[in-house]
């Protein structure tokens, strides 16, 4: 059977045409599409409300796209005789509850099973492109779990977590955020970051689990009256990565600390992956300007030492220091008005290449 546009077609049926095997071509394409469509709008409203769902790339309407396919794959996974477990397992028994369901009632379950298995995608993309983020988000929602003084709240479709302070909350119960919306003054504008990190920074213990850690953060922020008490998920997860970032460049950068043979080979390891940063730059240099000719060799090997120097500044507390300075070493005549007429561009753009993966590897380290 041939079906036309989805207002010519019961959702219904096409539905039970699809767990029964009995479906068309079209039939398919079409339910397919209409799932894509839900997850993509599932996606695209958490970007509007501050999530960042999409990577790197420019079109990100063209990403988000991408990831609603990847989202809802697995939903269209085959037996190889043309059926689709997930979905018969979700449906039928809904079929055979309602006897007369109609479209509306089936958009309905729709929604509801695209959403689920989007929300678990990208738990799961989110797993693989920010291990070490997954990791501490595990660990403040264990921290939740396990302390009689933390408690969560969802609104939104975002998290968020506030200190009780003997506040009594049933515990088997959704936070009711209306009812105490006083206590966590909703009204009250959220604390700002620089000095949220400049008071974690007096508070932190790079000995602490990431439980205390929280614990003490979230007892600071209930003590500042003028502003809201309670903070989301995702500033926590990024607070803590950022300490312990700058804390690792610290201890890197202190001369006049003894290493232990714990350190010297962590300092060996955090070098070793200048090596591998460089490989990558100079294959991009190589695959963008030597072969387009907007580079000469020369010119590729003393950007390629220059960079290499922006590494090392960057774990020896210098990363603010000049891409100019870092250039000039290897070409002394070069003057402020030459590079920024014929070298900022290129130079610049492989050096903040070059600091984004190594920083990425610094990531995997932590």
């Not at 799961?124 to 408690?151: C, H, Q, W």
């Not at 210098?318 to 130079?347: A, G, H, I, M, W």
Request: charged share 30%; hydrophobic share 35%; glycine share 4%.
């Amino acid at each position: 059977m041939k079906l036309g546009t989805m207002e010519k077609t019961s959702l219904a049926q096409l539905v039970r045409d699809i767990c029964a095997g009995d479906y068309s071509q079209a039939q398919l394409v079409e339910f397919i599409n209409l799932t894509q469509k839900i997850s993509l709008g599932y996606l695209k409203y958490q970007e509007i409300i501050g999530k960042r769902i999409s990577g790197e790339r420019v079109d990100t309407t063209l990403e988000l796209q991408d990831l609603a396919v990847d989202c809802i794959a697995e939903l269209f996974s085959g037996d190889g005789n043309g059926n689709f477990p997930q979905l018969k397992k979700y449906y039928e028994p809904k079929y055979e509850e309602t006897q007369n369901i109609d479209d509306a009632e089936v958009l309905i379950l729709t929604r509801r099973l695209v959403v689920r298995k989007t929300k678990q995608e990208l738990s799961r993309i989110f797993r693989e492109r920010d291990p070490e983020g997954a990791k501490i988000v595990r660990n403040i929602k264990v921290a939740i779990r396990t302390s009689e003084k933390l408690a969560m709240f969802a609104d939104l479709g975002k998290e968020y977590v506030f200190y009780k302070n003997g506040l009594e909350l049933n515990p088997n119960e959704p936070v009711d955020v209306d009812l105490i919306a006083g206590y966590l003054r909703r009204k009250n504008p959220p604390i700002p970051e620089d000095l949220l990190h400049t008071r974690f920074i007096d508070i932190y213990n790079p000995s602490d689990s990431v439980s205390s850690s929280i614990r003490k953060l979230l007892r600071t922020v209930h003590d500042f009256n003028d502003y809201q008490n309670f903070l989301p998920i995702e500033v926590i997860v990024k607070l803590i990565r950022r300490v312990k970032f700058n804390a690792v460049k610290e201890k890197l950068a202190a001369d006049d600390s003894v290493p232990t043979p714990l350190d010297v080979l962590e300092v060996k390891e955090i070098e070793s992956y200048i090596d591998v940063v460089m490989e990558k730059v100079e294959r991009k240099i190589n695959t963008q300007y030597l072969r387009s000719n907007k580079l000469d060799y020369q010119r590729a090997e003393i950007y390629a030492k220059a960079l290499r120097d922006v590494l090392n500044d960057l774990i020896q507390k210098k990363d603010n220091s000049s891409y100019f300075r870092n250039l000039r070493f290897y070409l002394p005549e070069l003057t402020q008005r030459e590079y920024r007429q014929n070298e900022r561009s290129v130079f610049e753009y492989l050096a903040k290449v070059a600091k984004r993966e190594f920083r990425k590897h610094l990531k995997e380290l932590l």
